[in-house]
Protein backbone atom coordinates (compact mmCIF):
# COMPACT_ATOMS: atom_id res chain seq x y z
CA UNK A 1 0.00 0.00 0.00
CA UNK A 2 3.07 2.19 1.10
CA UNK A 3 4.54 1.80 -2.45
CA UNK A 4 0.95 2.25 -4.37
CA UNK A 5 0.69 5.77 -2.51
CA UNK A 6 4.76 6.82 -3.17
CA UNK A 7 4.20 5.62 -6.97
CA UNK A 8 0.60 7.92 -6.77
CA UNK A 9 2.32 11.29 -6.05
CA UNK A 10 5.10 10.63 -8.59
CA UNK A 11 2.03 10.63 -11.27
CA UNK A 12 1.07 13.74 -9.39
CA UNK A 13 4.77 15.33 -9.39
CA UNK A 14 6.04 14.48 -12.87
CA UNK A 15 2.76 15.20 -15.12
CA UNK A 16 1.79 18.61 -13.16
CA UNK A 17 5.11 20.01 -14.19
CA UNK A 18 4.91 18.78 -17.70
CA UNK A 19 4.40 21.85 -20.07
CA UNK A 20 2.84 22.13 -23.36
CA UNK A 21 5.54 21.63 -25.81
CA UNK A 22 5.61 24.05 -29.31
CA UNK A 23 7.20 21.36 -31.43
CA UNK A 24 5.41 20.14 -34.26
CA UNK A 25 3.56 17.39 -32.98
CA UNK A 26 6.00 14.00 -33.87
CA UNK A 27 4.62 11.31 -36.07
CA UNK A 28 3.98 7.87 -34.41
CA UNK A 29 5.78 4.83 -35.13
CA UNK A 30 4.15 1.91 -36.32
CA UNK A 31 4.35 -0.91 -34.01
CA UNK A 32 7.06 -3.68 -34.65
CA UNK A 33 5.37 -6.94 -34.18
CA UNK A 34 8.26 -8.63 -34.78
CA UNK A 35 9.33 -8.51 -31.38
CA UNK A 36 8.09 -11.01 -29.21
CA UNK A 37 9.05 -12.80 -25.67
CA UNK A 38 11.46 -15.07 -27.32
CA UNK A 39 13.42 -12.33 -28.88
CA UNK A 40 12.83 -9.31 -26.44
CA UNK A 41 15.17 -7.10 -24.45
CA UNK A 42 12.93 -8.31 -21.49
CA UNK A 43 10.39 -11.05 -20.81
CA UNK A 44 8.44 -8.07 -19.40
CA UNK A 45 5.54 -6.44 -21.82
CA UNK A 46 2.09 -4.50 -20.96
CA UNK A 47 -0.86 -3.86 -23.53
CA UNK A 48 -1.26 -1.05 -25.60
CA UNK A 49 -5.04 -0.23 -23.92
CA UNK A 50 -2.58 -0.04 -20.53
CA UNK A 51 -0.79 2.97 -21.98
CA UNK A 52 -3.62 4.78 -24.08
CA UNK A 53 -5.82 4.48 -20.48
CA UNK A 54 -2.81 6.05 -18.98
CA UNK A 55 -2.68 8.88 -21.52
CA UNK A 56 -5.70 9.72 -20.86
CA UNK A 57 -5.28 10.29 -17.22
CA UNK A 58 -2.50 12.62 -17.55
CA UNK A 59 -2.47 16.21 -18.55
CA UNK A 60 0.07 15.50 -21.78
CA UNK A 61 -0.28 17.35 -24.70
CA UNK A 62 -0.41 15.55 -28.35
CA UNK A 63 3.25 16.27 -28.46
CA UNK A 64 3.98 14.02 -25.56
CA UNK A 65 1.19 11.68 -25.90
CA UNK A 66 2.66 10.59 -29.19
CA UNK A 67 6.54 10.43 -28.33
CA UNK A 68 5.10 7.83 -25.87
CA UNK A 69 2.99 6.04 -28.39
CA UNK A 70 6.24 6.30 -30.63
CA UNK A 71 8.75 4.60 -28.23
CA UNK A 72 6.48 1.73 -27.06
CA UNK A 73 5.41 0.83 -30.77
CA UNK A 74 8.94 0.56 -31.85
CA UNK A 75 9.43 -2.17 -28.51
CA UNK A 76 6.28 -3.84 -29.05
CA UNK A 77 5.47 -2.50 -25.70
CA UNK A 78 8.02 -4.36 -23.92
CA UNK A 79 9.15 -2.62 -20.68
CA UNK A 80 12.78 -0.28 -21.13
CA UNK A 81 13.05 0.40 -17.38
CA UNK A 82 12.36 -3.38 -15.67
CA UNK A 83 13.39 -6.90 -15.81
CA UNK A 84 11.34 -9.19 -13.82
CA UNK A 85 13.90 -9.74 -10.86
CA UNK A 86 13.60 -5.46 -10.84
CA UNK A 87 14.80 -2.53 -12.45
CA UNK A 88 17.44 -2.38 -15.07
CA UNK A 89 21.03 -0.70 -14.95
CA UNK A 90 19.42 2.12 -17.08
CA UNK A 91 17.04 3.38 -15.01
CA UNK A 92 19.70 4.33 -11.65
CA UNK A 93 22.28 5.67 -14.49
CA UNK A 94 19.38 7.60 -15.66
CA UNK A 95 18.79 9.47 -12.08
CA UNK A 96 22.15 9.46 -11.51
CA UNK A 97 22.41 11.21 -14.77
CA UNK A 98 19.84 13.77 -13.98
CA UNK A 99 21.58 13.73 -10.52
CA UNK A 100 24.50 15.31 -12.09
CA UNK A 101 22.80 17.76 -14.37
CA UNK A 102 21.29 19.06 -11.63
CA UNK A 103 24.27 19.34 -9.59
CA UNK A 104 26.45 21.36 -12.05
CA UNK A 105 23.11 23.23 -13.49
CA UNK A 106 22.28 24.47 -10.29
CA UNK A 107 18.70 23.98 -11.80
CA UNK A 108 17.06 21.76 -8.92
CA UNK A 109 13.25 21.79 -11.18
CA UNK A 110 13.60 18.65 -12.84
CA UNK A 111 14.46 16.80 -9.24
CA UNK A 112 11.48 14.77 -8.47
CA UNK A 113 12.20 12.81 -4.62
CA UNK A 114 9.70 10.77 -4.64
CA UNK A 115 10.61 9.18 -8.04
CA UNK A 116 14.02 8.90 -6.32
CA UNK A 117 12.37 7.74 -2.97
CA UNK A 118 10.92 5.08 -4.88
CA UNK A 119 13.92 3.70 -6.60
CA UNK A 120 15.94 3.93 -3.31
CA UNK A 121 13.29 1.69 -1.30
CA UNK A 122 12.93 -0.67 -3.83
CA UNK A 123 16.92 -1.04 -2.71
CA UNK A 124 16.75 -0.26 0.42
CA UNK A 125 19.22 -2.53 2.83
CA UNK A 126 20.95 -3.87 -0.18
CA UNK A 127 17.83 -6.06 -1.00
CA UNK A 128 15.28 -5.67 -3.96
CA UNK A 129 11.72 -4.90 -2.47
CA UNK A 130 9.48 -6.36 -5.55
CA UNK A 131 6.66 -4.30 -6.91
CA UNK A 132 3.24 -5.62 -8.29
CA UNK A 133 2.55 -5.50 -11.60
CA UNK A 134 0.86 -2.58 -11.72
CA UNK A 135 3.44 -0.31 -9.94
CA UNK A 136 5.69 -2.09 -11.72
CA UNK A 137 4.25 -0.52 -15.30
CA UNK A 138 3.22 3.03 -13.14
CA UNK A 139 6.71 2.82 -12.25
CA UNK A 140 7.98 2.24 -15.66
CA UNK A 141 5.64 5.00 -17.59
CA UNK A 142 7.05 7.65 -14.68
CA UNK A 143 10.23 7.38 -16.14
CA UNK A 144 9.81 7.44 -19.43
CA UNK A 145 8.00 10.21 -19.05
CA UNK A 146 10.61 12.36 -16.51
CA UNK A 147 13.10 11.15 -19.39
CA UNK A 148 11.30 13.65 -22.18
CA UNK A 149 11.60 16.23 -19.09
CA UNK A 150 14.70 15.66 -18.70
CA UNK A 151 16.14 15.29 -22.24
CA UNK A 152 14.03 18.40 -23.12
CA UNK A 153 15.72 20.94 -20.36
CA UNK A 154 18.64 19.38 -20.76
CA UNK A 155 19.45 19.23 -24.28
CA UNK A 156 17.36 22.12 -25.66
CA UNK A 157 17.68 24.75 -22.97
CA UNK A 158 14.48 25.92 -20.47
CA UNK A 159 11.29 26.06 -22.41
CA UNK A 160 10.38 28.75 -20.22
CA UNK A 161 13.36 31.04 -21.67
CA UNK A 162 11.55 32.33 -25.16
CA UNK A 163 14.26 33.09 -26.84
CA UNK A 164 12.83 35.89 -29.13
CA UNK A 165 12.57 37.85 -26.12
CA UNK A 166 16.18 37.33 -24.91
CA UNK A 167 17.02 38.95 -28.68
CA UNK A 168 17.67 35.76 -30.01
CA UNK A 169 16.52 35.11 -33.45
CA UNK A 170 18.62 32.15 -34.20
CA UNK A 171 15.84 29.29 -34.54
CA UNK A 172 16.53 26.56 -31.57
CA UNK A 173 17.17 23.20 -32.11
CA UNK A 174 14.83 19.89 -31.88
CA UNK A 175 16.03 16.98 -30.66
CA UNK A 176 14.40 13.66 -31.33
CA UNK A 177 13.51 12.37 -27.50
CA UNK A 178 12.20 9.36 -28.98
CA UNK A 179 15.77 8.19 -30.41
CA UNK A 180 17.96 9.61 -27.43
CA UNK A 181 15.84 7.43 -25.14
CA UNK A 182 16.05 4.94 -27.31
CA UNK A 183 20.12 5.14 -27.02
CA UNK A 184 20.44 5.50 -23.33
CA UNK A 185 17.90 2.21 -23.40
CA UNK A 186 20.61 0.55 -25.82
CA UNK A 187 24.16 1.77 -23.47
CA UNK A 188 21.92 0.87 -20.88
CA UNK A 189 22.34 4.63 -19.35
CA UNK A 190 26.22 4.60 -19.65
CA UNK A 191 28.63 6.39 -22.00
CA UNK A 192 25.97 9.22 -22.99
CA UNK A 193 28.85 11.73 -23.61
CA UNK A 194 28.89 9.65 -27.01
CA UNK A 195 25.13 10.42 -28.06
CA UNK A 196 24.12 13.27 -25.93
CA UNK A 197 22.67 16.04 -28.26
CA UNK A 198 25.01 18.88 -27.40
CA UNK A 199 27.89 20.31 -28.84
CA UNK A 200 31.45 19.86 -27.90
CA UNK A 201 31.66 23.99 -26.57
CA UNK A 202 29.09 23.13 -24.51
CA UNK A 203 31.08 19.84 -23.29
CA UNK A 204 33.99 21.83 -22.73
CA UNK A 205 32.28 24.73 -20.87
CA UNK A 206 30.52 22.41 -18.33
CA UNK A 207 34.14 20.89 -17.33
CA UNK A 208 35.72 24.28 -16.54
CA UNK A 209 32.28 25.57 -14.67
CA UNK A 210 32.87 21.88 -12.29
CA UNK A 211 36.33 23.74 -11.94
CA UNK A 212 35.43 26.99 -10.78
CA UNK A 213 32.88 25.08 -8.24
CA UNK A 214 36.23 23.94 -6.52
CA UNK A 215 37.97 27.18 -6.73
CA UNK A 216 34.10 28.40 -5.46
CA UNK A 217 34.98 26.08 -2.38
CA UNK A 218 37.81 27.18 -1.56
CA UNK A 219 36.56 30.62 -0.11
CA UNK A 220 40.07 32.27 -1.20
CA UNK A 221 38.85 35.06 -3.11
CA UNK A 222 39.87 38.05 -1.23
CA UNK A 223 40.22 41.40 -3.74
CA UNK A 224 43.40 42.35 -4.51
CA UNK A 225 44.30 45.72 -3.76
CA UNK A 226 47.07 48.10 -4.38
CA UNK A 227 47.70 52.22 -4.56
CA UNK A 228 49.55 51.88 -7.72
CA UNK A 229 48.56 52.82 -10.80
CA UNK A 230 50.05 50.13 -12.16
CA UNK A 231 52.51 46.97 -12.10
CA UNK A 232 54.54 45.58 -14.47
CA UNK A 233 58.03 43.50 -14.97
CA UNK A 234 60.39 44.55 -12.73
CA UNK A 235 58.28 45.20 -9.68
CA UNK A 236 58.21 44.33 -6.28
CA UNK A 237 54.98 44.48 -4.16
CA UNK A 238 53.15 42.41 -1.39
CA UNK A 239 49.95 42.33 -3.32
CA UNK A 240 52.12 40.45 -6.28
CA UNK A 241 52.05 37.78 -4.59
CA UNK A 242 48.36 37.71 -3.77
CA UNK A 243 48.09 37.79 -8.04
CA UNK A 244 50.16 35.17 -8.50
CA UNK A 245 48.10 32.42 -6.81
CA UNK A 246 44.95 33.98 -7.88
CA UNK A 247 46.38 33.11 -11.60
CA UNK A 248 47.82 30.01 -10.29
CA UNK A 249 44.36 29.05 -8.80
CA UNK A 250 42.47 30.49 -12.39
CA UNK A 251 45.57 27.98 -14.06
CA UNK A 252 47.04 30.96 -15.83
CA UNK A 253 50.11 30.63 -14.04
CA UNK A 254 51.91 27.09 -13.82
CA UNK A 255 53.75 26.87 -10.76
CA UNK A 256 53.41 28.60 -7.40
CA UNK A 257 55.70 31.45 -6.52
CA UNK A 258 55.01 33.62 -3.19
CA UNK A 259 57.90 36.45 -4.04
CA UNK A 260 56.91 39.76 -4.51
CA UNK A 261 59.04 40.32 -7.60
CA UNK A 262 56.94 41.00 -10.96
CA UNK A 263 58.83 38.17 -12.95
CA UNK A 264 58.72 37.30 -16.73
CA UNK A 265 56.76 33.87 -15.61
CA UNK A 266 53.82 36.56 -14.00
CA UNK A 267 53.98 38.92 -17.12
CA UNK A 268 52.98 35.86 -19.15
CA UNK A 269 50.48 34.61 -17.08
CA UNK A 270 49.42 38.22 -16.89
CA UNK A 271 49.14 38.02 -20.73
CA UNK A 272 47.25 34.59 -21.26
CA UNK A 273 44.62 36.05 -18.65
CA UNK A 274 44.33 39.11 -20.47
CA UNK A 275 44.04 37.19 -23.90
CA UNK A 276 41.73 35.28 -22.12
CA UNK A 277 39.37 38.11 -20.92
CA UNK A 278 39.35 40.02 -24.58
CA UNK A 279 41.58 42.53 -23.58
CA UNK A 280 45.24 44.14 -24.92
CA UNK A 281 47.74 41.44 -23.89
CA UNK A 282 50.19 43.89 -22.67
CA UNK A 283 51.59 41.96 -19.25
CA UNK A 284 50.85 44.94 -17.54
CA UNK A 285 48.65 45.13 -14.23
CA UNK A 286 45.99 48.44 -14.50
CA UNK A 287 43.18 49.21 -13.02
CA UNK A 288 41.21 47.36 -15.69
CA UNK A 289 43.08 44.00 -15.28
CA UNK A 290 42.87 44.29 -11.80
CA UNK A 291 39.19 44.60 -12.07
CA UNK A 292 39.52 41.38 -13.85
CA UNK A 293 40.65 39.71 -11.33
CA UNK A 294 38.90 40.67 -8.96
CA UNK A 295 35.72 39.48 -10.49
CA UNK A 296 34.10 36.92 -8.24
CA UNK A 297 34.13 33.16 -8.83
CA UNK A 298 30.34 33.47 -8.46
CA UNK A 299 29.69 35.90 -10.94
CA UNK A 300 32.36 33.60 -13.08
CA UNK A 301 29.81 30.68 -12.58
CA UNK A 302 26.72 32.67 -13.70
CA UNK A 303 27.88 33.77 -16.58
CA UNK A 304 29.13 30.06 -18.04
CA UNK A 305 25.77 28.92 -17.09
CA UNK A 306 24.11 31.50 -19.02
CA UNK A 307 26.41 30.31 -21.88
CA UNK A 308 25.42 27.16 -21.49
CA UNK A 309 21.93 27.40 -21.65
CA UNK A 310 22.59 29.30 -25.21
CA UNK A 311 24.56 26.84 -26.06
CA UNK A 312 21.83 24.09 -25.75
CA UNK A 313 20.18 26.27 -28.14
CA UNK A 314 22.49 25.52 -31.09
CA UNK A 315 22.98 22.36 -32.97
CA UNK A 316 25.14 19.47 -31.60
CA UNK A 317 27.30 19.59 -34.50
CA UNK A 318 27.65 21.23 -38.42
CA UNK A 319 30.01 19.16 -40.82
CA UNK A 320 29.60 21.61 -43.37
CA UNK A 321 31.20 24.76 -44.08
CA UNK A 322 29.46 27.98 -41.85
CA UNK A 323 30.46 31.52 -40.61
CA UNK A 324 30.02 32.11 -36.88
CA UNK A 325 30.36 35.73 -35.72
CA UNK A 326 30.72 35.83 -32.15
CA UNK A 327 29.59 39.56 -31.21
CA UNK A 328 30.92 40.10 -27.83
CA UNK A 329 34.32 38.85 -29.36
CA UNK A 330 34.28 41.18 -31.87
CA UNK A 331 35.18 37.79 -34.40
CA UNK A 332 34.38 36.21 -37.46
CA UNK A 333 35.31 32.11 -37.28
CA UNK A 334 35.48 30.75 -40.47
CA UNK A 335 34.67 26.86 -40.96
CA UNK A 336 35.35 24.31 -43.34
CA UNK A 337 33.49 20.84 -43.07
CA UNK A 338 32.70 21.79 -39.57
CA UNK A 339 36.12 22.13 -38.64
CA UNK A 340 37.60 26.15 -38.12
CA UNK A 341 39.81 26.86 -40.76
CA UNK A 342 40.49 30.50 -39.88
CA UNK A 343 39.36 33.39 -37.58
CA UNK A 344 39.49 37.19 -38.48
CA UNK A 345 38.72 40.57 -36.40
CA UNK A 346 35.42 42.56 -36.94
CA UNK A 347 33.61 45.44 -36.42
CA UNK A 348 29.88 45.23 -35.01
CA UNK A 349 27.16 47.29 -33.93
CA UNK A 350 26.77 49.67 -31.52
CA UNK A 351 24.86 49.72 -27.86
CA UNK A 352 22.62 51.85 -29.92
CA UNK A 353 22.54 50.18 -32.93
CA UNK A 354 22.75 46.02 -32.08
CA UNK A 355 23.95 43.87 -34.28
CA UNK A 356 21.01 41.12 -34.36
CA UNK A 357 21.69 38.13 -33.02
CA UNK A 358 20.36 35.69 -35.84
CA UNK A 359 21.19 32.95 -38.86
CA UNK A 360 20.86 33.14 -42.11
CA UNK A 361 22.57 31.44 -45.71
CA UNK A 362 25.06 33.30 -47.51
CA UNK A 363 24.32 33.52 -51.00
CA UNK A 364 25.90 36.44 -52.83
CA UNK A 365 29.87 38.26 -52.84
CA UNK A 366 29.08 41.38 -54.22
CA UNK A 367 32.11 42.91 -55.40
CA UNK A 368 32.86 46.94 -55.76
CA UNK A 369 29.05 47.40 -54.59
CA UNK A 370 27.15 50.09 -54.18
CA UNK A 371 26.37 50.93 -50.73
CA UNK A 372 22.43 51.80 -50.50
CA UNK A 373 22.13 54.14 -47.62
CA UNK A 374 19.62 53.19 -45.03
CA UNK A 375 16.59 55.59 -44.67
CA UNK A 376 17.77 56.19 -40.83
CA UNK A 377 20.99 57.02 -41.54
CA UNK A 378 19.72 59.52 -44.49
CA UNK A 379 17.27 60.92 -42.54
CA UNK A 380 19.68 61.81 -39.20
CA UNK A 381 23.04 62.10 -40.66
CA UNK A 382 22.76 63.08 -44.67
CA UNK A 383 19.69 65.46 -44.98
CA UNK A 384 21.47 67.20 -42.10
CA UNK A 385 25.09 67.29 -43.62
CA UNK A 386 23.30 68.53 -46.97
CA UNK A 387 21.74 71.30 -45.04
CA UNK A 388 25.39 72.47 -43.89
CA UNK A 389 27.08 71.25 -47.26
CA UNK A 390 25.56 71.69 -50.85
CA UNK A 391 27.82 70.02 -51.91
CA UNK A 392 27.97 66.92 -49.50
CA UNK A 393 26.54 64.51 -51.77
CA UNK A 394 29.38 65.01 -54.30
CA UNK A 395 32.05 65.01 -51.58
CA UNK A 396 31.10 61.29 -50.60
CA UNK A 397 30.52 60.08 -53.75
CA UNK A 398 27.07 59.36 -53.49
CA UNK A 399 23.90 59.74 -55.41
CA UNK A 400 20.46 60.71 -55.17
CA UNK A 401 18.13 58.21 -57.05
CA UNK A 402 14.70 59.06 -56.28
CA UNK A 403 12.71 60.22 -53.37
CA UNK A 404 10.22 58.98 -50.77
CA UNK A 405 7.96 61.08 -49.88
CA UNK A 406 10.18 63.91 -48.68
CA UNK A 407 13.62 61.73 -47.74
CA UNK A 408 15.87 61.28 -50.99
CA UNK A 409 17.19 57.76 -51.88
CA UNK A 410 20.70 57.86 -51.57
CA UNK A 411 23.58 55.51 -52.69
CA UNK A 412 26.99 55.39 -52.59
CA UNK A 413 28.86 55.04 -55.43
CA UNK A 414 31.52 52.08 -55.90
CA UNK A 415 34.72 53.36 -55.15
CA UNK A 416 37.95 53.10 -52.40
CA UNK A 417 36.15 55.35 -49.97
CA UNK A 418 32.82 53.59 -50.41
CA UNK A 419 31.28 52.69 -46.64
CA UNK A 420 31.27 49.26 -47.61
CA UNK A 421 34.49 48.73 -49.10
CA UNK A 422 35.40 46.69 -51.83
CA UNK A 423 33.06 43.49 -51.38
CA UNK A 424 30.05 42.70 -49.31
CA UNK A 425 28.71 39.75 -48.49
CA UNK A 426 24.31 39.08 -48.56
CA UNK A 427 22.78 36.76 -46.46
CA UNK A 428 19.49 37.89 -47.04
CA UNK A 429 17.27 38.96 -44.05
CA UNK A 430 14.59 41.26 -42.86
CA UNK A 431 17.67 43.40 -40.22
CA UNK A 432 19.41 44.41 -43.36
CA UNK A 433 22.43 43.15 -42.06
CA UNK A 434 25.66 41.73 -43.88
CA UNK A 435 28.88 41.36 -43.84
CA UNK A 436 31.29 43.75 -45.76
CA UNK A 437 34.75 45.35 -46.09
CA UNK A 438 35.36 49.06 -44.69
CA UNK A 439 38.21 51.83 -45.76
CA UNK A 440 38.50 52.69 -41.82
CA UNK A 441 40.46 49.71 -40.94
CA UNK A 442 41.75 51.66 -38.09
CA UNK A 443 39.18 50.58 -35.80
CA UNK A 444 40.51 47.11 -35.93
CA UNK A 445 43.58 47.78 -33.55
CA UNK A 446 41.06 48.19 -30.98
CA UNK A 447 40.29 45.49 -28.91
CA UNK A 448 36.54 46.67 -27.95
CA UNK A 449 35.12 47.08 -31.66
CA UNK A 450 31.54 48.14 -31.16
CA UNK A 451 31.42 51.02 -34.15
CA UNK A 452 29.08 50.16 -36.74
CA UNK A 453 25.25 51.09 -37.50
CA UNK A 454 24.50 46.73 -36.74
CA UNK A 455 26.20 45.54 -40.32
CA UNK A 456 29.20 43.66 -39.67
CA UNK A 457 32.58 44.93 -41.15
CA UNK A 458 35.55 42.31 -41.79
CA UNK A 459 39.06 43.22 -41.47
CA UNK A 460 40.01 40.49 -44.14
CA UNK A 461 37.38 41.08 -46.29
CA UNK A 462 39.35 39.29 -49.36
CA UNK A 463 40.28 36.71 -47.51
CA UNK A 464 36.88 35.42 -47.11
CA UNK A 465 35.89 36.04 -50.89
CA UNK A 466 38.41 33.48 -51.57
CA UNK A 467 37.75 31.01 -49.42
CA UNK A 468 33.89 31.09 -50.62
CA UNK A 469 34.82 31.02 -54.13
CA UNK A 470 37.79 28.38 -53.67
CA UNK A 471 35.74 25.94 -55.80
CA UNK A 472 34.93 28.27 -58.13
CA UNK A 473 37.81 27.96 -60.83
CA UNK A 474 36.42 31.02 -62.93
CA UNK A 475 37.32 33.17 -59.27
CA UNK A 476 41.15 33.21 -59.32
CA UNK A 477 42.38 34.91 -56.74
CA UNK A 478 43.78 37.65 -59.00
CA UNK A 479 40.35 38.14 -60.31
CA UNK A 480 38.94 38.44 -57.17
CA UNK A 481 41.47 41.27 -56.43
CA UNK A 482 40.71 43.02 -59.94
CA UNK A 483 37.21 42.72 -59.12
CA UNK A 484 37.12 44.30 -56.22
CA UNK A 485 39.14 47.29 -57.89
CA UNK A 486 37.10 47.54 -60.69
CA UNK A 487 34.88 50.46 -59.44
CA UNK A 488 31.86 48.53 -61.26
CA UNK A 489 29.60 46.47 -59.18
CA UNK A 490 29.50 42.81 -59.62
CA UNK A 491 27.36 40.34 -58.35
CA UNK A 492 28.43 36.47 -58.10
CA UNK A 493 25.88 33.97 -56.61
CA UNK A 494 27.24 30.89 -54.88
CA UNK A 495 27.21 27.40 -55.93
CA UNK A 496 26.05 26.58 -52.40
CA UNK A 497 24.78 28.73 -49.60
CA UNK A 498 26.85 29.14 -46.45
CA UNK A 499 25.20 29.28 -43.40
CA UNK A 500 25.71 32.18 -41.17
CA UNK A 501 25.19 32.27 -37.54
CA UNK A 502 25.55 35.85 -35.85
CA UNK A 503 25.79 34.40 -32.52
CA UNK A 504 26.13 36.18 -28.34
CA UNK A 505 28.46 34.29 -26.38
CA UNK A 506 29.99 35.41 -23.74
CA UNK A 507 31.96 32.44 -21.92
CA UNK A 508 33.12 29.49 -23.69
CA UNK A 509 36.62 27.15 -23.90
CA UNK A 510 38.97 27.90 -27.36
CA UNK A 511 40.11 25.10 -29.03
CA UNK A 512 43.38 25.26 -27.28
CA UNK A 513 42.00 24.48 -24.11
CA UNK A 514 41.38 28.57 -22.45
CA UNK A 515 38.57 29.54 -20.90
CA UNK A 516 37.67 32.82 -22.32
CA UNK A 517 35.34 35.75 -21.16
CA UNK A 518 33.89 38.62 -22.56
CA UNK A 519 32.09 41.82 -21.56
CA UNK A 520 28.03 41.85 -21.87
CA UNK A 521 28.13 45.01 -24.49
CA UNK A 522 24.58 44.03 -25.27
CA UNK A 523 22.76 43.44 -22.09
CA UNK A 524 21.85 40.22 -23.29
CA UNK A 525 23.24 38.03 -20.31
CA UNK A 526 21.47 40.47 -18.00
CA UNK A 527 18.02 39.86 -19.78
CA UNK A 528 18.81 35.91 -19.27
CA UNK A 529 20.18 36.13 -15.52
CA UNK A 530 16.94 38.01 -14.74
CA UNK A 531 15.01 34.90 -16.18
CA UNK A 532 17.38 31.96 -14.64
CA UNK A 533 18.30 33.21 -11.61
CA UNK A 534 16.07 35.82 -10.08
CA UNK A 535 13.05 34.81 -7.91
CA UNK A 536 9.84 35.63 -9.10
CA UNK A 537 11.51 37.12 -12.42
Known amino acids: MKQFIILMMVLCFVFLSCRSRQNETPVVEERDTTITVSNAYTQLFFDSIALEHYIQQQ ?22 WFFNDGPAEQAYNFLNLQSDYISYSRDSSLYNPILQQVFDTLKAGGHFVPLSDTNRLKAELSLTSQFFRYAEKAYQG ?28 AHKGEKVASYEPVNIYYQRLKQKLLDYYAIEKKREWQPLVTSRKKLELGDTA ?24 FTDSLKMAVEKFQLRHGMQADGIIGAATLRKMNESPQAAIRKMLINMERMRWVPSEINSDYLLVNIPDFKLHVFENGSLSFSMNVVVGTTQHNTVVFSGDLKYVVFSPYWNVPASIVKNEIMPGMEKNKNYIARHNMEITGYSGTIPIVRQ ?7 LGKV ?11 LHDTPQKSLF ?29 AWTASKITAAMNSGKEKYVTLKEPVKVFIGYFTAWVDSKGALNFRDDIYGHDARIAKKMFEKGA
Open 238 to 261: AVIAAVKQRLLLLQDMSSADTSWL
Open 424 to 434: KFLFPNSYNIY
Open 158 to 185: DSNLNSNDLKWYIPRKKINEVALLDSLI
Open 413 to 419: KPGPNNS
Open 59 to 80: PFSDSIANRFRSFYNARNYQYA
Open 445 to 473: GETRRAFSHGCIRLNEPRKLAEFLLRNDS
